[in-house]
């Protein structure tokens, strides 16, 4: 994949969460982590193409190469140690929408329906084939960077 762009699509990825961030919907998620016990919730984030090397490159930056081992049914960007998310800067869009009741239930698709149309459109312009779980999403990407 070109530097450039790679570039633009980790521009634009940002640029949808950052436009989510000044939507008016009250969230209080102060990073409980309910969410990221996928086996509790039965809920498993997918990722575009693009929010998944973003991911990646955030979970580089931690300096790790490789994902850890998750407990079956956990984040594998949840730290075991501390119980925190190791990207939490760089969380997945349905990280951020997410459907924890304690931090105010899931966004309403209706919503959010134009970002998540933004995130596929980089997602076709990467070559992506759709949302992936973030497992084998993350997987991908780390091979890709």
Do not use: S, W
Not at 25 to 49: D, I
């Amino acid at each position: 994949m070109r530097r450039e762009v790679l570039q633009q699509a980790l521009t634009e990825v940002r640029a949808v969460y950052a436009e989510l961030a000044k939507r008016p919907v009250t969230r209080n998620c102060v990073a409980r982590t309910e969410c990221c016990q996928f086996q509790l919730t039965g809920l498993t984030p997918q990722l575009t193409k693009g929010e998944a090397l973003l991911a990646a490159k955030g979970f580089r930056a931690t300096g790790r190469k490789e994902l850890p081992e998750a407990a079956e049914g956990t984040c594998p960007l949840l730290k075991r140690e501390t119980g925190r998310c190791l990207i939490y800067a760089e969380r997945p869009f349905g990280c951020r929408t997410h459907f924890c009741a304690a931090a105010g239930g899931p966004y309403a698709r209706k919503e959010v329906l134009d970002l998540i149309r933004r995130l596929e459109d980089v997602d076709k312009k990467l070559g992506g084939d759709g949302p992936r779980k973030i497992q084998a999403a993350l997987a991908t990407a780390l091979k890709e960077l």
